[in-house]
């Protein structure tokens, strides 16, 4: 599994099991060829046997070192006997001058029932042996080839191969045979036993498995995970061209997928799957007749050249995205086979090779590159007799994803894409709402992690990120994306949500010094993250001790009106585990803190135009004369929210509204209500102004909806 680049590394899980693919590993057979099946040997049967007749055997040698030949019995001698059946086999056998057993340091014989076997010694071989008896197939002689199956020996030896050519000009309808008696004979031994299909002899027929993907078990009896390569099953009847490669042999692999009970590789232009319910062979059984349940092998044609990079799962089929073209792999038929399957294009688009395509439920999104900048595209309404619908998300801000990113999650239930870039601190994300194909609601927006990416991947409606600080300690940081959380800790009324923080933690472990009265708070990660930690005060009794401002305050000190919580005590690292440790004056035993890392929310407005006509046709006067008094702005659960106001030439101008004003909310409450209209002061022309909403505190914002007050005329403008 060595790869230059672990991007070259696919993982797909199949319940307790996972495959590993290298796609840097070119697929190759093992250097054992297949069992030759006794290639000197040749069978000479007596089929008749009519007392008194002459029958031929003769024997031509060929000496190999000196290339010296010869032939016995000499030219005319038969063979006959007026005794019976088994006076004829001693003649033919003995080791009397007149029988084959007496050229044996030529060649030997051996009999079973009615077959004789010959056998050329060292330095020699057999050319040829001619037989001839009363009646047309009276004797037959056989080398490694018959014409068809009516010319097989009845009886035979153990491991002997025999090609049946059928029709002469046709390759296709070939077929190799073995004598078999059972799993315990070695070639040559003789018995009752019976022809049965087998693979040609000499060929490539074990897929080495060191090039092939290997799989990751959990050793049910010690605990611990495995990783081993898998037995694949070989090539087991036919050859080449009655039972071909797999397409992935000798190329690299691009992809895995099961479909329709089949693991099923993309290599090249090529879809090579495994034979239904035999997810490890890909042969197959029998170069008869080709089953149901055989492999199957497509290839996606196009006027273009076709590298399949991934696949995504639909219900109508597989989507199938090579590097210029999509195509869609379906079977007219309710079972997948290889006379069932197809593949059709769907769409021409040009694809980022690395991002493999993400499923929203009943659409697909795929993403393609430029130099600089990444797009991202979904599908819809995709069926196997017509093209989908297609949308962009990034038409609206088309230089906004960077093109270094190369991790991507999405969440069908919320509708919503994360886009991540490993080692970088911002998450991009991308919310819709959409009745049927009709978007009615669409939104971008950034995040900021606490550490340095690694992996990123959504679990229903939670996201999960693992992070990395600056001592490079990873950490697993999830996000509920749902605001509301009926478990969550804090609670307004009916109104239950957890704090907004990063990695917030809850009443860590805390020891308390009598003799210095201090208390010691020891948190689970360490204080080497590049952001501001914060905490939230849920019991607020203690007004003196821990400031009677609100019922939150930070860490950093940049707040004008909050309590430097360094200057309580000391933050300091932990020697035995490492974690930050904070050092704070008093007992604060027993009360409830929630410990976290600041980060801000913002939102910039849109500037603000005179609207009319209606919701399914609105009309924006981007001419006339508007200027804004003040926004109304109408909030659900929310606790402060500032609106910063940057009017061009002027300084920034910030207004913080609190839903509860201070002095005004229930002691020993949150500074939270579940609903307020607040009022923001603008008194300027909408051209001139830039309006950003604010949410920095550990409580949540919800802008439920804002309208504006103000003067718009469209006099002095003429429009031609």
């Known amino acids: 599994l060595g790869a230059s680049d672990t991007k070259n590394l696919e ?36 089929r008749t046997f009519v007392s008194s007749k002459p029958y031929t055997i003769t024997v031509k040698w060929k000496k190999i070192s000196d290339s010296s030949t010869g032939q016995f019995p000499a030219a005319g001698t038969t063979f006959s006997s007026a005794t019976g059946l088994d006076d004829f086999y001693d003649k033919v056998t003995t080791t009397g001058s007149t029988g084959h057993g007496s050229q044996s340091s030529k060649y030997t014989i051996e009999r079973y029932n009615n077959v004789f076997k010959f056998e050329p010694a060292a330095d020699h071989e057999i050319t040829d042996i001619e037989v001839q008896g009363e009646g047309l197939d009276y004797i037959i002689a ?31 309808d070939d077929m190799y045979v073995q004598y078999y008696i059972d799993d315990n004979a070695s070639d040559g031994d003789s018995g009752e036993g019976s022809w049965t299909e087998c693979v040609a002899p000499s060929i490539d027929f074990e897929l080495d498995p060191k090039t092939l993907p290997h799989k990751l078990v959990r050793n049910g009896t010690h605990g611990h995970f495995e990783l081993k390569p898998i037995i694949w099953e070989d090539r087991r009847v036919g050859d080449k061209t009655t039972n071909p490669d797999p397409a992935f042999v000798g190329r690299n692999m691009n992809g895995m997928f099961f479909y329709r009970n089949r693991l099923c590789f993309l290599t090249g232009s090529s879809v090579q799957t495994s034979r239904a319910n035999k997810l490890y062979d890909f042969f197959a059984k029998s170069a008869l007749a080709v089953g149901d349940d055989d492999p199957v092998n497509v290839t996606a044609v196009s006027t273009r050249p076709v590298d399949l990079s991934y696949v995504s799962q639909t219900s109508v089929g597989v989507m199938l995205f090579g590097t210029n073209e999509q195509f869609l792999l379906t079977t007219n038929n309710d079972v997948l086979s290889p006379k069932t399957a ?27 590159k430029t130099d600089n900048f990444l797009s991202s595209f ?33 969440s069908p239930p919320k509708s919503i894409l994360c886009f991540g870039e490993t080692g970088t601190e911002t998450l991009y994300q991308y919310r819709f709402l959409r009745v ?28 999960y990120a693992v992070v990395y600080d600056s001592n490079g300690r990873c950490f697993l940081v999830s996000y509920n994306l749902s605001q509301a959380n009926k478990n969550g800790y804090l609670k307004v009324d009916d109104f239950s949500f957890d704090p907004c923080l990063d990695m917030w933690t809850l009443n ?5 010094d009598s003799g210095n009265d201090k208390t010691t708070f020891y948190l689970p990660y360490p204080d080497t993250f590049s952001k501001s930690t914060y905490a939230v005060l849920l019991d607020t009794s203690d007004q003196e001790k821990l400031n009677g401002e609100s019922a939150f305050f930070y860490a950093d000190g940049t707040e004008a009106a909050a309590v430097n919580i360094r200057s309580l005590g000391t933050v300091s690292t932990d020697s ?44 924006t006067d981007y001419d006339s004369d508007l200027i804004l008094k003040q926004l109304k702005v109408l909030t659900g659960p929310s606790g402060p929210v500032s609106y910063k106001i940057d009017i061009k030439g002027i300084s920034p101008t910030t207004y913080t509204k609190v839903n509860t004003d201070i002095g005004d909310y229930t002691y020993n ?25 604010i949410g920095d505190s550990p409580l949540p914002v919800n802008l439920l909806s804002i309208t504006w007050e103000g003067r718009a005329t469209s006099k002095f403008y003429r429009r031609v």
């Open 508 to 512: 860590p472990v805390t020891e308390y």
């Open 378 to 410: 979904e599908l819809v309404g995709l069926s196997s007799n017509s093209a989908p619908n297609t949308f962009e998300h990034t038409q609206i801000v088309p230089e906004l994803l960077p093109a270094t990113i190369d991790k991507v999650a999405t």
């Open 142 to 172: 056989t080398h490694n080839e018959v014409s068809n199956v009516t010319r097989l020996p009845q009886s035979g030896f153990h491991g002997k191969k025999i090609k049946v050519v059928n029709v002469e000009s046709i390759d296709i």
């Open 576 to 619: 035995t585990t490492g974690n930050a440790k904070w050092e704070i004056d008093g007992d604060l035993r027993g009360r409830d803190i929630i410990f976290g890392f600041k980060y801000t929310m913002e939102v910039e407005l849109p500037t603000i135009f005179l609207q009319g006509g209606d919701a399914e046709s609105p009309q």
């Open 436 to 463: 049927g194909e009709r978007e009615l609601a669409t939104a971008w927006y950034q995040w900021s992690l606490p550490g340095k990416l690694i992996h990123l991947f959504f679990d229903d409606r939670d996201l």
């Open 669 to 693: 409450a949150l500074n939270v209500s579940l609903g307020d209209t607040k009022t923001v002061p603008i008194f300027q022309r909408n051209k001139n102004v830039t309006i950003t909403a």
């Open 342 to 368: 197809q593949i059709n294009t769907i769409s021409k688009f040009s694809i980022d090779t690395k991002l493999e395509a993400k499923s929203m439920g009943t659409s697909t999104v795929f993403f393609s």
């Open 11 to 46: 993982f797909l899980t199949d319940n307790d099991v996972t495959y590993i693919l290298n796609k840097e590993k070119v697929v190759s057979y093992t250097s054992t060829d297949s069992p030759n099946g006794l290639p000197n040997a040749w069978l000479v049967e007596l």
